[in-house]
């Protein structure tokens, strides 16, 4: 059993007619082996090109526990959503109590109008009888003296 290698390193020459054409010279890598960062090697690709790549799988950060605010969160949306569901069946049920409820708001307001009107074309009382006017005069002496005065109806 012989051994032959899938990916050869370096290709075979190609052929144009009698001419042999070599694949050109490949420049070595011009990175200092030091400034490669971890897990990155040079890898001959399978038509000849040498490049970097990454060989090792890069390491997953760890895994952070889940907030407690974000539980909460995800605890309390089916309850809103129920509070919802539950006040939108609600006012379902409620609307036509609402409805009655509105129109008589409405005919409350027109009676209050109607009032007002009704008090504004009220006809005022005649001013042709006389008024009454009283004066009145007040005397007294010292300070502890006994007042006297008269009144005067016109």
Same mark, same amino acid.
């Given at each position: 059993? $012989?051994?032959? &290698?899938? !990916?050869? $390193?370096? #290709? %075979? /020459?190609?052929?144009?007619?009698?001419?042999?054409?070599? &694949?050109?010279?490949?420049?070595? /890598?011009r990175?200092? #082996?030091?400034?490669?960062?971890?897990?990155?090697?040079?890898? *001959?690709?399978?038509? =000849?090109?040498?490049t970097? %790549?990454?060989? %090792?799988?890069?390491?997953t950060?760890?895994?952070?526990?889940? #907030?407690?605010?974000?539980?909460t969160?995800?605890?309390?949306?089916? $309850?809103? =959503?129920?509070g919802i569901?539950?006040?939108?069946?609600g006012?379902?049920?409620?609307? &036509?109590?609402?409805?009655?409820? *509105?129109?008589?708001?409405?005919?409350?307001?027109a009676?209050?109008?109607? =009032?007002?009107?009704?008090?504004?074309?009220? &006809?005022?009382?005649? $001013? %042709?009888? #006389?008024?009454? !006017?009283?004066?009145?005069h007040?005397?007294a *002496? =010292?300070?502890?003296?006994?007042?006297?005065? *008269?009144?005067? !109806?016109?």
């Amino acid at each position: 059993m $012989t051994y032959e &290698p899938t !990916h050869p $390193t370096t #290709p %075979a /020459p190609l052929r144009y007619g009698d001419a042999i054409l070599y &694949p050109p010279v490949l420049p070595e /890598p011009r990175m200092v #082996p030091a400034e490669i960062p971890p897990g990155v090697q040079y890898v *001959t690709l399978p038509d =000849g090109t040498r490049t970097l %790549a990454y060989t %090792a799988q890069p390491e997953t950060p760890p895994v952070r526990p889940i #907030p407690a605010w974000a539980k909460t969160t995800a605890l309390l949306a089916p $309850t809103v =959503g129920g509070g919802i569901a539950a006040a939108s069946a609600g006012l379902a049920y409620a609307a &036509p109590g609402l409805i009655a409820l *509105t129109e008589a708001l409405w005919a409350t307001v027109a009676l209050i109008a109607a =009032g007002a009107v009704v008090a504004l074309a009220r &006809p005022r009382r005649s $001013t %042709a009888r #006389p008024t009454t !006017h009283i004066t009145q005069h007040v005397t007294a *002496t =010292g300070l502890f003296g006994r007042a006297n005065g *008269t009144i005067n !109806h016109r």
